[in-house]
């Protein structure tokens, strides 16, 4: 099933982490996100201080997904290491009762999502982000997701906030069934991640 527990963890790793899609994590899978992440924040332009910042966060993210998840200390992470990990951080917790990298990492990559800078993610930049990572044949699929995504108070609002996210993440991490909104936090999932 594309929203179970397990798929959306092997959509992590695959999707989000795994930047040479090698099916495992490693320290340069996160120097890459870094680089992609100032590059992303500045629409192309880079910023070495930004990048400075973005790359501590990273290795930040890798050190600790390393010291939770390698369990054989072999400097790599497989995606069954880091679904124990995720099992064992994430699962019935809150956003604040995450590690504190992972913290930064979901409130860096709200920042991206975030294209305009409004502090709220509309549509747009929903679909955006979906389309970038996934292939998705069908607007009406990636508008159907981000409408069940929303809350009352977010149709409200016009997007998601930075703390509506972050409890997104964290639910979408944290909660093993596939109910709930936050199963559709980064667009329709392919099934079998």
Not at 145 to 154: F, G, R, S, T
Request: charged share 25%; hydrophobic share 35%; glycine share 6%.
């Amino acid at each position: 099933m594309a929203y179970s527990w397990d798929n959306r963890c092997n959509f992590v790793v695959k999707y989000l982490y795994d930047t040479d899609s090698n099916g495992i994590l490693e320290q340069n899978d996160f120097e890459c996100m870094a680089l992609k992440m100032t590059i992303l924040e500045g629409k192309g332009l880079f910023n070495s201080n930004r990048h400075q910042e973005n790359l501590h966060v990273m290795l930040s993210l890798w050190d600790e997904i390393a010291q939770i998840a390698d369990f054989n200390k072999d400097g790599v992470v497989t995606t069954e290491e880091f679904k124990d990990a995720v099992q064992k951080c994430c699962i019935g917790k809150s956003y604040a009762e995450f590690p504190q990298a992972m913290k930064m990492f979901i409130d860096n990559h709200f920042k991206i999502v975030d294209l305009n800078g409004d502090g709220l993610i509309g549509v747009e930049e929903y679909r955006y982000n979906s389309i970038t990572r996934i292939p998705i044949a069908n607007i009406d699929t990636i508008d159907q997701a981000y409408q069940n995504l929303l809350n009352d108070d977010d149709k409200r609002r016009g997007g998601l906030t930075l703390s509506r996210y972050q409890e997104l993440y964290a639910a979408f991490l944290g909660d093993p069934t596939d109910k709930g909104p936050a199963v559709h936090l980064f667009g329709p999932l392919p099934e079998n991640c």
